[in-house]
């Protein structure tokens, strides 16, 4: 399956093929997996422009579940998702001081920002706080896999995930680690990208900077291991 096939209407979200690749895979497994969760009130954290937010709320009926609140650290990111008409707020803020009350939230959702925050410790307890008992935080990050999978040696990889401000790619056993220090419990999580889709994302990532195209396909399925990792953890 093509994964501009994977979006609403097989319609892509971005303008670069390398980015619609990526997405376009993740959004399909979340909903396969969790979209039952998506319900409540719902965070958003690290929100961006509310793109992803609204692949992944939307139903079979051709309507959205409006997310409670957005969040993001970026101005601009902020206005446009205020323009989305996915949040009845969106707030400019940190990850790691959330303004929000004790145990008000439902759901957090944070799609491939946590690997980006340095101090991953001070924004999980935050998430902690803001979940209502038996709440749950669904998150996508690259894993360890993703420098590997490149296939052009370890100091491309450094410099790659040094460039993209990634300073937390692990396996799943440390991001339960990460979890249980934070008072989360993982109740479950896959891998997914595989090393072709990798290098097929990694040619087209150049390619749609040079302002050229390529092909784009691959296949939405769980893995043993793989470039990404996707956790739905729960407040103990």
Avoid at 40 to 67: H, P, R, W
Wanted: glycine share 10%; proline share 1%; with cysteine.
């Amino acid at each position: 399956m093509s994964p501009a096939s994977l979006f609403n209407k097989g319609e892509s979200f971005v303008k670069d093929q390398a980015t619609n690749l990526w997405r376009g895979i993740e959004v399909s497994l979340l909903k396969q997996n969790w979209e039952k969760l998506f319900k409540g009130k719902i965070l958003d954290l690290g929100c961006g422009e509310g793109e992803i937010a609204k692949q992944v709320f939307f139903n079979k009926g051709e309507s959205f579940v409006k997310a409670e609140w957005g969040l993001d650290n970026d101005k601009k990111m902020v206005k446009k998702a205020e323009k989305s008409g996915v949040y009845k707020q969106v707030i400019f803020g940190d990850a790691g001081k959330i303004e929000l009350k004790d145990e008000v939230v439902d759901l957090v959702f944070s799609n491939s920002v946590l690997e980006h925050i340095k101090e991953i410790d001070k924004v999980l307890k935050e998430v902690k706080r803001v979940l209502k008992p038996g709440g749950w935080l669904i998150a996508t990050m690259p894993s360890d896999k993703l420098g590997e999978y490149l296939g052009w040696g370890g100091w491309y990889a450094w410099w790659f995930n040094r460039k993209y401000h990634h300073y937390h790619l692990y396996n799943l056993n440390k991001w339960e680690e990460l979890l249980r220090k934070a008072g989360l419990k993982l109740e479950k999580s896959y891998y997914y990208l595989d090393k072709q889709t990798i290098q097929q994302w990694h040619k087209l990532l150049w390619l749609n900077k040079l302002g050229l195209k390529g092909r784009v396909d691959g296949e939405a399925k769980e893995l043993s291991t793989g470039a990404a990792v996707a956790i739905l953890g729960q407040k103990i």
